[in-house]
C-alpha cells in the first residue's frame, strides 16, 4: 500500500528561475515564431497571404500578451535572478511591439 501513497512533485525549473519567468520565455518565443513565420509567409508570397496568417498574427499577439503578464509575476517571485525576468519582459515587449510596427508600416504605405 505504501506504493501508491507516496507523492512525487516534478519540477521544470530549480530555484535559479522563476517558474512565471519560464512559462513567459515559451509564450514570447512561441509568439516570434509565429510573427515571423507571418512575415516570412507574407513576403514570399509578396502579400497574398491567406486569412489564416491573420488569425496566426492576432493569437501571437495574445500569446505575448499573456507572457508580458507572466513576466509581471515572474518579477513579483522570490526565486530566480532578475536578469532571466528582465529578459523575458524584453522578449514579450518586443513581440507585443512587432505587430504595432507592422500596422504602421502598413498604414504608411512604407
Known amino acids: 500500500m505504501s506504493v501508491f501513497n507516496k ?3 516534478y519540477y521544470f525549473s ?21 510573427e515571423f513565420s507571418g512575415i516570412i509567409a507574407s513576403v ?8 489564416l496568417f491573420a488569425m496566426l ?6 500569446l ?5 503578464i507572466f513576466a509581471g509575476l515572474g518579477f513579483k517571485a ?12 524584453f522578449l514579450n515587449a518586443l513581440t507585443l511591439a512587432l505587430p504595432v510596427v ?3 508600416l502598413n498604414y504608411l504605405n512604407i
Do not use: H
Open 102 to 104: 507592422v500596422l504602421l
Open 14 to 34: 530549480d530555484d535559479s528561475i522563476a517558474s512565471d519567468t519560464v512559462i513567459a520565455f515559451v509564450l514570447g518565443g512561441v509568439a516570434l515564431i509565429m
Open 44 to 51: 514570399y508570397t509578396k502579400g497574398n497571404t491567406p486569412k
Open 64 to 68: 505575448a500578451l499573456c507572457g508580458v
Open 57 to 62: 498574427y492576432m493569437c501571437a499577439f495574445l
Open 7 to 9: 507523492k512525487k512533485k
Open 78 to 89: 522570490q526565486e530566480g535572478g532578475v536578469k532571466s525576468k528582465r529578459w523575458s519582459v
